[in-house]
């Protein structure tokens, strides 16, 4: 693809169709989105991904969604926050708990901390991927004034 391009790129495409397309391109941002919106009236089951010239190496430009479009499982941001949180304090809050009662329990601690890395590495990430996607952006405006 040349600079400039974009491709609609289709998830939860019907399997079974036979020549099912994985992706169109087209030369403006405008047409891709006017196309995506068209497939996913006509496909409500349809997810379509709008890249620019770098593919997959960069998110998706726009991302648009038909109205019974189902999400495929992952770890997205509202977990890692939720999730992390939960982990990291509950653990936190047992381990303390512990503490404070010089370790007479044991298993407020042991519990405690081994929920306390789990919980730090979903918090970790999500601050990674939040700060990295900023950076992204930042360098995209400053290539795009400059």
């Not at 693809?1 to 491709?7: L, P, Q, R, V």
């Not at 992706?23 to 409500?44: D, G, H, K, N, W």
């Not at 726009?62 to 890692?80: M, V």
């Amino acid at each position: 693809m040349a600079a400039g391009e974009y491709a609609v790129h289709y998830s939860s495409f019907e399997v079974g169709s036979g020549a099912a397309p994985f992706c169109t391109v087209f030369s403006s941002l405008e047409e891709s989105e006017a196309y995506a919106r068209q497939e996913t009236a006509r496909r409500p089951e349809l997810r379509c991904m709008i890249y620019d010239h770098e593919g997959f190496s960069r998110p998706p430009v726009r991302e648009l969604r038909g109205s019974a479009y189902k999400e495929e499982d992952g770890i997205g941001p509202r977990f890692r926050r939720w999730g992390g949180a939960v982990l990291f304090f509950g653990g936190l809050i047992l381990t303390i708990i512990d503490w404070r009662s010089d370790f007479e329990l044991s298993w407020p601690a042991m519990i405690g901390t081994r929920l306390l890395a789990p919980g730090l590495v979903l918090l970790v990430a999500d601050v990674v991927i939040v700060f990295s996607e900023r950076r992204r952006r930042l360098c995209d405006n400053k290539k795009r004034a400059g």
